[in-house]
């Protein structure tokens, strides 16, 4: 297990390696060893695909850029005029407050002198409105403050998953993020008789899925590889291939992934013991999430093909962000 995650951090910080983009069909690309692979369908392809999940476990992790700028930026994009809206809350907070101060100092005034009784009421009125503008703004903005918060978190959590790494095969490791555009990833966490279980309630969905740009990530939560038994017929080749292909993702440093799946269990409600899972959007984004297995059914009726004459039109037609 050393050794692995001995090669897993060689790999990762190899020369050879790293990521660019270029304008395609599929506008992500990988780099490796001076050869480009354009599409899902080249990153997954290997010389050898093993038939079993390795996990590698490793206490360490590569270090990130700083995520909260990211997230920041990307909600200032998401919402462009949050800022604006915030602006005038406080800039109407502060006329209101002022506008308060300089009634109250007239109350107190009129009070003091009985020949300016008359004007009490007048002045009431005024401080009751500036007092009733100071409130409802301050409600406004911190409203909006609120949302602004949950917003960068939830994307913040979502970069920290971009940032997780993947095997696609013995020679190649890459983020999540590299699959943007490319693929829709779906991430299975629990035990392995849970993971063995999905992948058999998926085998009739094979080629929907892979059509739709789906790829598995299982990630096995007690530690056991669970054994993917795929049927060694000449006259199945192909379908065997796609099989593969589909299972073929492997989550390495498997601290950070335990991490980042019990964060979101808890802010779920959900029992850090229960099987879930987890799909992404072609953006990245999370898509939806449960307790047990996926429908993959629902993903085959629901989902657009990547290829086609409508794979451009609807590569926004991934569903909701939750």
Known sequence: MATAA???????NSPNFHLTTKRSAFSRQLKYGGKYYSGFTDIISSRRKPKSLSVVCDNSSPSSSDIS???????????????VRMFFYVAFIASAGLGGLIASTRLIAALANSSRGAEVPEILKGLGIDLGAVSIFAFLYYRENKAKNAQVAKLAREENL??????????????????????????????????????KLSAPFTEGLLERGVLVVPFATDGISPSFE?????????????????????????????????????LAGVSPESPVYLSLRLDGRVRGSGVGCPSWNAFVLQLPPVKGIWSGLLDGMDGRVL
């Open 6 to 12: 001995q090669f897993s951090y060689i790999t990762i």
């Open 162 to 199: 971009s940032n997780l790494k993947l095997r696609v095969d013995e020679k190649k490791v890459v983020p999540v993020s590299a699959f943007r555009g490319i693929a829709r990833l779906v991430i299975l966490a629990g035990p392995s008789a849970f993971i063995s279980e999905c992948f």
């Open 230 to 266: 795929f049927e060694e017929n000449e006259e199945l080749v192909e379908k065997i291939s796609r099989r593969k292909r589909l299972w073929q993702l492997a989550p390495i440093y498997a601290t950070e992934w335990t991490k980042w799946i019990d964060e979101q269990k808890k």
């Open 69 to 83: 700028s990211t997230a920041k930026i990307r909600s200032e994009v998401l919402s462009p005029f949050r800022s």
